[in-house]
């Protein structure tokens, strides 16, 4: 078993739909990151989370440090959304991420 | 935010030939730089960690001289494939991070194709 699941591994919308991409990870964490990779292969980084809830245009990521899960929430999706989304958790006491298998989205016009 | 560049975003070699890959951070200063690879479909692979002024600590199983990464300055790692071979094709993502902070920026990568 994979320290970081994510699920689902696969997912396709209908462009406006509601989405959620979920994290659990198994170890201590310092903070998790969410990062979102385009075709191209370009990573970038949408959230950093170390408790509570952010929230950046339509994008909304949350963490339950008990529960040991995080969920990366995309409102009124768009075509422009489709990518894989990456959960990364940094293990406390260390600098290295461990990854999630990643979230290949695909959102339809 | 931070921004993290890579130089050449794509390159291709023939077999037996030598490549370097830059990362740089261009609005900070990058303490640590950390060097990924990626096969397609597959999630990024830490290779090497390197800090400004040491030696790169390899992960189990990279080979470190083939691989061969320099971190002289404060916003410039570098990565070299010696001896490169067609299974060394892959995707090589640069991070890098800053004294106070944990949080890693990532390069846009580098697509490399042996032939």
């Known amino acids: 078993k994979n320290e970081v699941e994510q699920s689902p591994q696969n997912l396709t919308a209908q462009e406006g739909e509601f989405i959620t991409i979920n994290c659990s990870y198994s170890v201590g964490i310092s903070a998790l990151h969410w990062l979102q990779q385009h075709p191209g292969g370009g990573i970038v980084s949408l959230f950093m989370l170390s408790s509570g809830k952010k929230k950046h245009g339509r994008l909304i990521a949350t963490i339950n440090i008990q529960e040991k899960h995080s969920s990366l929430h995309i409102t009124a999706s768009h075509p422009r959304d489709s990518a894989v989304y990456i959960c990364a958790v940094l293990g406390g006491g260390t600098y290295k991420y461990i990854f999630g298998t990643g979230t290949r989205l695909k959102v339809l016009a | 935010g931070a921004v993290v560049s890579q130089h050449p975003s794509w390159v291709i070699c023939k077999s037996g030939t030598s490549v370097k890959i830059e990362c740089r951070s261009l609005?900070?200063?990058?303490?640590?730089m950390f060097w990924y690879r990626q096969f397609p479909k597959q999630s990024l692979m830490l290779m090497a960690t390197s800090n400004e002024g040491s030696k790169a600590t390899y992960e189990q199983g990279v080979e470190k001289d083939k691989f061969l990464i320099n971190h002289a300055s404060l916003t410039l790692s570098t990565l070299t494939v010696t001896s490169a071979h067609p299974e060394d094709s892959s995707f090589y993502i640069c991070s890098a991070r800053g004294a106070l902070s944990y949080e890693q920026y990532f390069g846009p990568g580098t697509r490399l194709t042996v032939t």
């Open positions: 609005d900070f200063q990058a303490t640590t």
